[in-house]
């Protein structure tokens, strides 16, 4: 590896904690039993309220201020016809964002979570009422060639990075999504690379393929892949041979968030490939992840495979983040319940398993 | 049947539309398609939004006015040890819940959701905060006989309808929850009546039984069965024999609603039972309700057979409606992004699709 190019990536993530701390679970699942309520019948809301204390390194964890980052970016790859919708519409949908009027602007209107959406290389001028952070005017081809440089992979995570050590001074539970016409084209890429699926289970429908545009799609992605020497100790260059600028700094934040401490909630199949990208970097950062819900997209459960699992299971397949701004309904519950719900000893109703211990 | 004490459950029955109207389907789906998202990519948020339009028999539906309904009762089949905690716990949750300490009211105060505590028949002195609808202090133990007499199951479920109807005139969405010491004894013994399951599979370990109280709970459920004559084409003898008062008025409950054209979200095993009840009187009570979880409780998955798949698996066995109110919260969402999504032409984005046609 190039030592310059990594030297922020490398200290945030030596600043990742390694272990989920235990003595914070313990207190956690303590105050859990002694709510007014059968104990664990609140089943995975207890697990997962454990898992954000651990995050946020507190035994009262907190999820008043959230926010939703939402990075968007092209893909040269849209050349070969692998999406139904055109280039433009990433660019139409950025300012559908901007205005509000988007799925991702209404649930996190409606859920009291802040949004921010992240230019992270929309192809066109320059965007109003955005975070500039574009790299490029979309990514190249990566049928033909790397989709990007070194450096440009480098300077895509490190503003990732920045974004997300940011967020965690100001928020205390996190969403990311994206948008991207071509990126489940780029995020099957990196499912192929990280984990060795093969192209058919990779590819899925995206925004609505019929079956001919699947079977084009899973061509393409195939010789995309014979294109490139793919190294998956190699993170930096497998973002650079078959990545996007959207899910790369999307792969940062998760690391810059993990390193402070901010608890991330995932969204589907993009930020699944992101999570890859994160991970092949710093295992420990499955630590500090959610992953908001089941994406009706075809090759989300094999990226799922052998992690939490999924909070919501809804046959969605929007992207934007729109599971994970759900889902980060769901925990913003399990946090009010740990925190507001009374003590038998408060309510002064009988426990009998404290009794009979 | 005595028609005299099915006067106001056969009027109710026989406002229930019988089936969904089509028409309203349609032009929601047909909504739907012109909001910028790929076409059905909101999974089963669209086809949700669809019923409750159905439901409303609007085809803008609305979910601002929502409300959940905790009914709350006392069974004497508690004295066979069939539960972990003492009947009185029912009386003492029912004071967190007026004081808002319990879960239910964390979530609906989290959601805004207004609450109401219905005493169906809790045991003790009359309880302040709470919609009185008392009809006697628990029901007889029915393992020695019935549980309570066709006139006061009757008048559960009259009180139930009442109640029902009168939120169709003050709220857009409900959800129903329970309490009630031992309910998960009563809700096995309606389950094994109307379905014909066995109570091996009928019955769980409610608050948490271990593996003894389990099969003590099995063996009380088998002969209390052998007690009673059980024709399902009857449900108000099946409600006498084996019910419970908050059971029973919960059915009245989704009876009432369904007539008047509120839709009402399930929690978990209990009102699933109630379903069950009303679903005797009146099948096409169906059309009216959503399944708002998947409770962990052994048997639900049994009640949930060939039912509209629950919203949620949070392996959740609380009650109270816990499940049902973040289901709500999920149905809000999805009724938000169908009301205020900007259509494709509004938002000026390109719908390859509309073009394509």
Redesign the interface.
């Known amino acids: 590896m190039n030592t310059s190019e990594l030297n922020t990536i490398e200290q945030t993530v030596g600043e990742i904690r390694l272990t989920a701390p235990a003595d914070i679970a313990s207190v956690v699942r303590e105050r859990w039993d002694s ?11 207890e697990d997962d309220v454990v898992r954000l204390a651990q995050i946020q390194g507190v035994a009262m964890p907190v999820a008043d201020r959230r926010c939703m980052y939402v990075f968007c970016g092209d893909h040269g790859v849209t050349e070969e016809g692998v999406s ?3 280039s ?2 990433t660019r ?2 950025v ?2 964002f901007v ?1 509000g ?3 991702i602007n ?2 996190c ?3 009291g979570i802040t949004t921010f959406i992240v230019d992270s290389g929309v192809a066109g001028p320059r965007l109003e009422g955005v975070i500039d952070r574009r790299i490029a005017e979309g990514t190249t081809n990566f049928r033909r060639g790397a989709a990007m440089t070194r450096e440009q992979a480098a300077r895509a995570l490190e503003s990732g990075i920045e974004l997300g050590r940011d967020a965690a001074g100001k928020f205390d539970l996190a969403g990311v999504g994206e948008m991207g016409i071509g990126n489940t084209t780029a995020a099957s890429a990196l499912l192929c690379v990280f984990t060795g699926a093969k192209p058919e289970e990779a590819v899925g429908r ?3 393929l019929d079956d001919a545009g699947l079977a084009h799609k899973r061509a393409v992605l195939t010789e995309a892949l014979a294109v490139h020497h793919r190294d998956p100790a190699d993170p930096l260059g497998v973002v650079a041979a078959v990545g996007g600028f959207e899910i790369a700094m999307m792969a940062g934040f998760l690391l810059g968030a993990a390193s402070r401490g901010l608890p991330v909630v995932m969204d589907g199949f993009i930020s699944g490939a992101a999570f890859l990208i994160a991970q092949a970097f710093a295992p420990a950062v499955a630590n500090c992840v959610f992953f908001g819900h089941r994406s ?1 997209e075809h090759g989300h459960a094999r990226m799922l495979a052998n992690r939490h699992a999924p ?8 992207g934007e983040g ?1 599971g994970a701004a ?1 889902a980060m ?2 925990l ?2 399990g946090v ?2 740990y925190r ?3 003590t038998f000893a ?5 426990d ?2 404290r009794i009979a211990k």
Do not use: F
Not at 35 to 45: A, F, H, V
């Open positions: 709510l007014t309520k059968p104990r664990g019948s609140l089943g995975r809301l139904l919708y055109p433009v519409v139409e949908m300012k559908n205005r009027g988007a799925a209404v649930i209107r409606q859920l995206g925004t609505g009706a909070m919501l299971d809804l046959g969605m397949r929007l729109t759900l309904g769901l913003t519950s009010a319940l507001e719900m009374a408060e309510a002064a109703v009988s009998t398993e």
